[in-house]
């Protein structure tokens, strides 16, 4: 048998929701994006997980022509249609060119907010061995704090990377922050260990 494994996952890092040129570039989000300098902390971070031998993992919300996936009822997805967001194939739903992508790298579309929901992620992780995952993106109090409770309850060893996380202002953050502690390990970028199992 295969020994086990970690990945780190790169949470929604694209270009709708994370590029300054993007549709959020100067939203409230766009703002903690590069307050934060999440994008080239995510990339020497990247980087840093690769080179201690883990799996890398991106994550993008996307729908296809016509938005048959969409949920028109969501408070979080029904405006994409009118709005042109989240669209497969356009350059909003590809990964910010500043995260390096390799062959080989886990990728997910989903169409709701928790990564596990409809997609091949568990297949992905299953086949792979994987049972810690390392995690960040935006925003926190959503994809964020999907992942580490389905994650959890999937038995994964969960680990959240704050510093490369955001929301909409500090205070969402913060308290998303605060209620996934229970649920998972929170460290930093610069002060992580990356390890296998």
């Known amino acids: ?53 883990l799996l890398v993992g991106f994550v993008r919300v996307g729908f296809t022509s016509g ?21 497969l194939g356009s350059w909003g739903t590809e990964i910010h060119p500043d995260l390096e992508q390799c062959e080989g790298d886990i990728q997910v579309t989903k169409h709701r907010v928790s990564p596990f929901y409809s997609t091949g992620l568990e297949a992905a992780l299953r086949a792979r061995n994987v049972t810690k995952i390392y995690c960040s993106g935006v925003s926190t109090q959503a994809v964020v704090q999907a992942t580490v409770r389905d994650g959890h309850d999937r038995d994964y060893e969960m680990i959240v990377l704050e510093d490369l996380s955001c929301a909409h202002n500090e205070q969402e953050h913060e308290n998303s922050m605060g209620s996934l502690a229970r649920f998972c390990k ?12």
């Open 67 to 87: 938005y048959p996936e969409c949920p028109p009822n969501s408070p979080v997805f029904s405006a994409a249609p009118a709005n042109g967001l989240f669209k």
């Open 1 to 53: 048998m295969q020994p086990a494994r970690a990945i780190y996952l790169v949470l929604d890092m694209q270009n709708d929701l994370v590029h300054a040129d993007g549709p959020n570039g100067k939203s409230p989000l766009g703002e903690q994006v590069r307050k934060r300098d999440l994008i080239a902390k995510t990339a020497r971070t990247i980087k840093k997980a690769r080179d201690a031998g």
């Open 186 to 197: 929170v460290e930093k970028s610069d002060t992580v260990t990356f390890s296998n199992p």
